[in-house]
């Protein structure tokens, strides 16, 4: 749906509604797939907007991006399926100095059990099974496990 943009305005104003009270003064999104919801939802919410990336394995603010010291800050996901790249845009934001006071994301592929360590918001909320190799069909047939995604692919 990001692809349009009409429709990314419209979910960054969907997840903005729901901290229109909060005094957000700064939206941050991990590099690369919550780029441009994160700038929607600023956008709708007078907010400014960075993005973190990971450098040499660590999540950090590059491009000059900063942060003011305790700055209101609302980090924003595409897709939250583990909640790993939200927590590590979280620990880089915390570093430099940011308040995060919540996460959220379009979609989260763990109905509620991912641990972001901040409180954790999403337009849609499913439950996406997994199961172990072993008793994984494909698997079975040698087709390759790709996980896509900022993070190295995994087979």
Do not use: Y
């Not at 003011?68 to 590590?88: A, C, F, N, Y």
């Not at 006071?101 to 592929?109: F, L, M, Q, T, W």
């Amino acid at each position: 749906m990001l692809q349009f943009p009409d429709k990314a305005e419209n979910f960054g104003r969907a997840i903005a509604e729901k901290f229109r009270d909060a005094g957000i003064q700064l939206v941050a999104s991990p590099a690369i797939g919550g780029i441009v919801i994160g700038h929607e939802v600023a956008r709708a919410l007078g907010a400014r907007f960075v993005w973190t990336e990971r450098e040499a394995g660590q999540m950090t603010l590059r491009r000059g991006f900063t942060v003011s010291p305790g700055e209101k800050t609302l980090v924003v996901e595409d897709v939250i399926t583990t909640g790993g790249s939200t927590r590590d845009t979280i620990e880089a934001l915390k570093r430099a100095g940011a308040e995060v006071i919540a996460a959220a994301s379009i979609i989260d592929r763990s109905a509620g059990t991912a641990d972001v360590g901040v409180p954790l918001t999403a337009l849609a909320s499913l439950k996406v099974l997994s199961v172990e190799a072993s008793k994984c069909d494909a698997c079975k047939l040698g087709e390759p496990v790709v996980k896509p995604g900022s993070r190295a692919q995994k087979q």
